[in-house]
């Protein structure tokens, strides 16, 4: 568990509310919860907006199982910024004596780790992991690039008191890959379009926070400062905490870093760019709850004609 | 890999034409795949066509994360019986130094497992598996028992170039707890339902073989492996082995084992007895796929008719 902050007591009377309700079911670690139908419909109903709200953009879409593979995980580089939230999966392949080992473990409580070998699998870290290999595979991205549609559990090994900090969530995702001028426009436009699917659902006031730079460094870190506010933006709105507001939405361009990990080429064989927009459903989910109440049946009507039309 | 066996040409020749339509996309790992779009339609389709079939039974929705609490797990006994095909997840929580070890040895290409430290949870082994534990916090089963329905990602570690045997496939699921009285019937009537529902979408001729009784080992083991036939049976059908067709759905009667492991009571006090059914729903697809052909536009009218209603 991490440490109590002052923000820890709002999180946990929202917690304890959704769990009253049936909404969130514990299952007892730290941000592992199974949903109640109420919680799950407003997951679907909004996964449903979200389609209609892209349905003339055409997306590809694809659905992967919430692991990707071992061998390009590593190739992602994702272990080297947080290694502390993937998560590996691993599997007995030992002998019927390393079995009863393995079972007095159990049974005595012990770590069983050491009767565990590394898969060739790891838990998905975000929804568009599986893409850039499986597009590379299936040749060069054709002029005016591709769009992609994808929707997955994802895992990240962060126990928390907040709702909104699941250690295994969903992810709805938008990625285009192409060229530059294909892809970050249109990452860009999707800021005004996030916003606008937010505000449809009462969902106001969320924001793109301006992070302050970071000047006690000089120059250097703050040119790296701004291009990353270049790369990355995220929709923020207060669930728990008006200080401490939740990323709904994110917003990202990887230039051609995972074109270039993954060998994702254009037509004229340059590597291509990618950028991707990602929806929290969960988050979405409590925002709405946490805004409308506990009882969608309750929530105002212009909301529901956009949720259930 | 499983070594090769004289069926192994079909299925890969199947999953070969599975691959090249894009109904399937290979990660990598044997029985590690994304789903293209007319594959997940498929999928979602024959949910659809579950969640109609049993309206009427008003079953409890929940939905879960695929993965389940470590120690329920292995409360659960399955690390007894299979614990060749569980998945625990395992994460970084070293130091800086570690850090810089791990990245070592992933650039190495060297099992970096060393750097792991098993987490409270474990990829959830079949659907069911969470609904126990969160039925008993709710208190003591009604008379008549209770009934959920529940639809998760399952993993098995059991690389295979069988398209049918994947590691990671959804299994939606329906649970009844409560007296005896109560599941077995409902268990039983499920047999004739599941093969009405199969036999709507036109895969006709699913069956529930009798398992011959081993005799060899005289009448205790005979005993035994009748008592375990009325305990599981499954529906069988044919996708790219006629003489080892493949379990579409199963019915499962545990009689006390998980309201005992996980304390679910009925409203008397007593233990509540638990079954389930289990659609594979992956392998429906292949199912209908290699009977009615790769594009489902041209499938028989009366199964589009059912499925795209």
Tied chains: 1, 2.
Excluded at 57 to 77: C, T, Y
Excluded at 103 to 113: I, R, T
Aim: hydrophobic letters at 40%; one cysteine or more.
């Amino acid at each position: 568990m991490n440490a109590l902050t002052p923000s820890d007591d709002a999180q946990k009377a929202y917690l304890d509310e959704l769990i009253a309700k049936r909404l969130l079911l514990p299952l007892g670690p730290p941000g592992v919860y199974g949903r109640g139908h109420v919680f799950e419909d407003v997951i679907e109903r909004f996964d449903a907006l979200i389609t209609a709200s892209a349905v003339d953009d055409h997306a590809e879409r694809m659905r992967f199982p919430p692991v990707i593979s071992r061998a390009s995980f590593e190739q992602s580089g994702y272990l080297k910024s947080m290694p502390q939230l993937a998560g590996s999966v691993a599997s007995f392949t030992g002998t019927q004596a390393e079995h009863m080992q393995l079972l007095e473990l159990v049974h005595e409580g012990k770590d069983w780790s050491c009767c565990q070998t590394m898969t060739d699998v790891v838990l998905t870290p975000a929804a568009c992991y599986p893409i850039y290999p499986t597009v590379a595979a299936q040749g060069p991205v054709p002029a005016g690039g591709r769009l992609i549609d994808v929707y997955s559990y994802c895992f990240r090994h962060e126990p928390s008191g907040d709702p909104a900090r699941m250690q295994m969530f969903r992810m709805r995702e938008f990625v285009r890959l192409g060229a530059e001028g294909d892809v970050l426009p249109w990452r860009d436009r999707w800021q005004e379009r996030g916003l606008a699917l937010l505000e449809a659902i009462g969902l106001t006031g969320a924001n793109a926070p301006a992070n302050d730079p970071f000047f006690g460094r000089g120059g250097k870190m703050l040119a790296a400062n701004q291009l990353e506010q270049k790369l990355k933006f995220e929709l923020v709105y207060p669930i728990t905490s008006v200080e401490k507001p939740t990323a709904l939405l994110s917003f990202n361009y990887h230039q051609d870093h995972f074109g270039s990990i993954y060998g994702v080429k254009q037509e004229d064989g340059q590597v291509a760019h990618t950028a991707c927009v990602g929806f929290g459903m969960e988050r979405v989910a409590l925002a709405l709850f946490k805004t409308h109440g506990l009882d969608p049946a309750l929530w105002p009507e212009a909301v529901r004609a956009r949720l259930w039309p």
